[in-house]
Nanobody, 115 residues
């Protein structure tokens, strides 16, 4: 299993970013996927999740209405569209998969929201 995140960067408050996570090594379309984040000095938290076919999603209260998780099973990729970004969204964002009873994460991508 390999998960590779991309799309992070520095953005001003109120701005947008789209994160991508390219998956390989497993049958992507069979598994739910999620995004987590970890800010400095804080525990890692769930940001959003999506089921295997992409018709059911869930979000942390702190990002509801601002973030959208989606997936393209033909491209083995899951996305996180982040709008109206706030300084408190600054964190390393990780893609996560539960495959064959094991959790897997990517290397993470840094998102920094600052003016």
């Amino acid at each position: 299993v390999q998960l590779v995140e991309s799309g992070g960067g520095l953005v001003q408050p109120g701005g947008s970013l789209r994160l991508s996570c390219a998956a390989s090594g497993f049958t992507f379309s069979n598994y739910a996927m999620s995004w987590e984040r970890q800010a400095p000095g804080k525990e890692r938290e769930l940001v959003a999740g999506i089921n295997s076919v992409g018709d059911s999603t869930n979000y942390a209260d702190s990002v509801k209405g601002r973030f959208t998780i989606s997936r393209d099973n033909a491209k083995n990729t899951v996305y996180l569209q982040m709008n109206s970004l706030k300084p408190e969204d600054t964190a390393v964002y990780y893609c996560k998969a539960l495959v064959y009873y094991h959790y897997y994460w990517g290397q993470g991508t840094q998102v920094t929201v600052s003016s």
